[in-house]
């Protein structure tokens, strides 16, 4: 496989679940990126992490909890989740997450998770 | 704070031309992405403008101009595959991404 996936691509859970979303990337790249997205809103930036090392934590609820355990994988652990965070949940990626404004990032086409 | 405007929703018919604007305010400036978003699919990469002026690529151009915190997507010859969504993205000073909220395209025959 090439480029971002993201598994599972649909994912419906109750708020006292607990559940993981999966990124993988094939890209050899060194950042890897958790974005949430809803409808007729802005991307929002969860984590990055660069090098396997997380780098940014925008100030997101701890039901939320990341996990990269190397460079090509990353995780999104779920766990008493609330109605508001049904959205879609995008990974990326990018050749690394230093400061350059050419840092192109590739997207998974996203998990879509469904809070009950 | 920081601000990233594009319009909501856009339709525009086969064939011809359509100019997909966004104006930002930001702390700083590094450049200026348009991601294309088709329904249920992930972004991708569409152009980077970092001085003024205008980029070409194909039937897609961008164009930005950094005293009036100004850029647009020029989009011509549309097809139908061209219905998306459009994203554009700043990077500020502190190399952070700032997103529009997208502008979702409607091409009609």
């Known amino acids: 496989e090439t480029g971002v996936t993201q598994t599972p691509r649909h994912l419906v859970m109750g708020m006292t679940n607990k559940k993981s979303l999966k990124c993988e990337q094939h890209?050899?790249?060194?950042?890897m990126y958790w974005y949430k997205q809803s409808a007729k809103k802005p991307l929002e930036l969860m984590f990055v992490?660069?090098?396997?090392?997380?780098?940014e934590n925008n100030s997101v609820p701890s039901r939320f909890s990341p996990e990269c355990p190397n460079s090509s994988h990353l995780f999104l652990h779920l766990h008493t989740l609330q109605p508001e965070d049904s959205a879609l949940y995008l990974c990326?990626?990018?050749?690394?997450?230093?400061?350059?404004?050419?840092?192109?990032?590739?997207f998974g086409a996203g998990s879509r998770l469904t809070v009950l | 704070g920081q601000n990233i405007d594009q319009p909501t929703e856009m339709t525009a018919t086969e064939g011809a031309i359509v100019q997909i604007n966004c104006t930002y305010q930001?702390?700083?400036?590094?450049?200026l992405f348009w991601y294309q978003q088709h329904a249920g699919e992930a972004p991708t990469f569409l152009s980077y403008n970092v001085l003024d002026g205008l980029e070409e690529k194909g039937r897609f151009s961008s164009f930005l101009s950094r005293s009036k915190g100004y850029s647009y997507l020029l989009l011509k010859e549309l097809q139908m595959k061209d219905s998306a969504s459009y994203l554009c993205a700043v990077m500020d000073s502190n190399y952070q991404l700032i997103w529009g909220a997208g502008t979702k395209l409607i091409i009609k025959p």
């Open positions: 992490y660069n090098f396997k090392e997380q780098t």
């Open positions: 890209l050899g790249h060194n950042a």
């Open positions: 930001t702390s700083g400036f590094n450049g």
């Open positions: 990326a990626s990018s050749q690394d997450g230093t400061s350059s404004g050419a840092n192109v990032l590739t």
